[in-house]
């Protein structure tokens, strides 16, 4: 493919693109295939000459489009969003085309410097203290990693470095075993200090654990990765509040800041603390600026070595959206997610199992869980809406979560009325 096939063949696949998104609700949400449906419909060998474009774009609706779950379609309700928006489309495939590889300033200076940027941008959307910005001087900063779970390793492998030479410089005695048959986290039964939980989108109390993990001089990392996102409307930033005692803090803007995944936003108050933990420097790796002071090498901030120029996504999609619009997408899943909540409470064979705080509802039929599970089942066998469930302490109960970008009320009320039909058509059963 040269460039002149290239051209027209983007302007097919943009066109293709643009057919999807704007046909999705017409596909149904959830897949009929059964594992392993894939392997007999491809052969077992890569093509010995190439094939033409028609026959693997014409591949893609016979093959791959049956096998796929919908996650922008509006009647996609399951675990939480994932972001997608048409500026962050664009913005990866001009990644795509400069490919670098951006471990250091000195490999692409720009993919570096914009995601510096970027980070300090979105953290003062956040309303974050200015110690986790780099800013021109700051010892914090953040960096993007592929996702909260990532983050959060990250994290805690950092905490866990910085106490071992802690302690071994009080005691140099100690050997780093010893150390390390010692070293204690602490978790509650939803991972690290959360705002937003998977299972019923709850918000850890940062004012009481903040001052315990300041007194006892414990590495606090905060996982806000679906709920993040809501802080830039200051009507939900107070749920932050407390972040101040944080050592990081991470969430993902690729869940429900229009960013297309893998965008996770993680932002440190010093960042020798990373750069203490992960730093490698090979010589062929090294650069005449990467002691100067102005510049940082975010190889040193992660796990991998490599790392793709995610920035780009956060560039776009804030400047074609501005604050406010993305302030309006919030609110307006807030907005859906309190419409169903309305729906659910005028049916009294239905409770709410946890208070709707952004954009999830959890609720459950009255009874048995028994009764509940059959619901889903019933839900998911039809394929008209998606949902997953969770268990709240002994009760099984499903999450209803507003997820699309394309969603509308019309959307919400149609898959209350499907539900509620089932939930009927099961009561009646359980009767017979």
């Known amino acids: 493919m040269d460039a002149s096939e290239f051209r027209r063949r983007g302007k097919e696949m943009v066109d293709y693109v643009a057919d999807y998104m704007e046909g999705i609700e017409g596909r149904q949400v959830y897949p009929d295939v059964e594992p392993g449906y894939l392997r007999p419909l491809i052969p077992t060998t890569a093509p010995q000459e190439p094939d033409t474009f028609e026959d693997i774009i014409n591949d893609v609706e016979k093959i791959i489009m049956p096998g796929v779950t919908h996650w922008h379609s509006p009647y996609f309700f399951a675990y939480f969003p994932t972001a997608s928006s048409y500026p962050s489309m664009l913005a990866d495939m001009l990644c795509g085309a400069i490919g670098c590889i951006g471990f250091s300033w000195a490999a692409s200076p720009a993919c570096t410097e914009l995601e510096t940027v970027m980070m300090d941008w979105l953290g003062k959307m956040l309303q974050l203290p200015e110690a986790f910005l780099a800013g021109n001087a700051g010892e914090g900063g953040g960096v993007i990693q592929g996702s909260a779970s990532e983050a959060t390793l990250v994290a805690l492998l950092a905490a866990r470095t910085k106490v071992t030479r802690r302690l071994q410089a009080a005691s140099p005695g100690l050997t780093q075993a010893a150390i390390m048959e010692k070293l204690v986290a602490y978790s509650s039964d939803q ?8 299972s019923c989108c709850s918000f850890d109390n940062l004012l009481e654990v903040g001052p315990i993990c300041i007194k006892e001089d414990v590495w606090l990392h905060i996982d806000a990765a679906y709920a993040g996102s809501a802080f830039i409307c200051p009507e939900f930033r107070p749920l932050l509040n407390g972040v101040e005692f944080a050592d990081s803090f991470n969430f993902n803007p690729h869940k429900w800041l229009l960013v297309n995944f893998d965008c996770s936003a993680m932002w440190v108050k010093k960042r020798t603390d990373l750069t203490g933990a992960f730093k490698l420097d090979p010589v062929y790796l090294k650069h005449s600026h990467q002691d100067s002071g102005l510049i940082t090498d975010y190889r040193h901030w992660q796990l991998p070595l490599g790392r793709r120029f995610r920035s780009l996504k956060m560039w776009f999609v804030f400047r074609m959206y501005g604050i406010k619009g993305l302030q309006a997408y919030i609110r307006k899943h807030v907005q859906l997610s309190h419409e169903f909540e309305s729906l659910v409470q005028q049916d009294p064979r239905f409770e709410i199992c946890a208070e709707v705080t952004l954009g999830l509802v959890c609720f459950r039929l009255k009874g048995s869980n028994k009764l509940t599970k059959a619901l889903l089942e019933r839900i998911n066998n039809a394929k008209k809406i998606h949902l997953v469930p969770c268990h709240l302490r002994d009760k099984f109960v499903l999450r209803f979560a507003i997820c699309s970008r394309t969603v509308e009320s019309a959307h919400v009320q149609l898959a209350w ?16």
């Open 417 to 432: 009325e499907h539900i509620r039909g089932l939930a009927t058509e099961l009561l009646k059963a359980e009767k017979e």
């Open 191 to 198: 991972v690290v200090a959360t705002l937003g939980t998977t």
